[in-house]
């Protein structure tokens, strides 16, 4: 999957961060250490980390992730992340 979305809320820029969702590549949230929720309600699940999106960044750097764009979306951050493919 060449392509990852983080995100976070307004003043809770120290964690935590929404790092994928239901489809996300395992092995990747395994590296994050993420774990993968569903708020109750809801009829698909997140995977969150304790992490601030900074550290995110940085973990994802390391596996050859680049920041495409990053936005605020009414009291969300979002970061779009892009890596290569061989």
Same mark, same amino acid.
């Given at each position: 999957?060449?392509?990852?979305?983080?995100?976070?809320?307004?003043?809770?820029?120290?964690?935590?961060?929404?790092?994928?969702?239901?489809?996300?590549?395992? %092995?990747?949230?395994?590296? =994050?250490? %993420?774990?993968?929720?569903?708020?109750?309600?809801?009829? /698909?699940?997140?995977?969150?980390?304790?992490?601030?999106?900074? +550290?995110?960044?940085?973990? =994802?750097?390391?596996?050859? /992730?680049?920041? +495409?764009?990053?936005?605020?979306?009414?009291?969300? =951050?979002?970061?779009?992340?892009?890596?290569?493919?061989?």
């Amino acid at each position: 999957m060449p392509y990852v979305l983080i995100s976070t809320q307004i003043r809770l820029e120290s964690g935590p961060t929404n790092v994928g969702d239901e489809y996300s590549d395992p %092995a990747i949230m395994n590296y =994050l250490g %993420a774990r993968k929720t569903t708020m109750l309600g809801n009829n /698909f699940s997140e995977y969150h980390v304790d992490d601030p999106p900074r +550290l995110v960044l940085d973990k =994802l750097e390391k596996l050859g /992730f680049r920041v +495409l764009t990053m936005t605020g979306v009414g009291q969300t =951050l979002v970061w779009c992340l892009h890596k290569e493919t061989e």
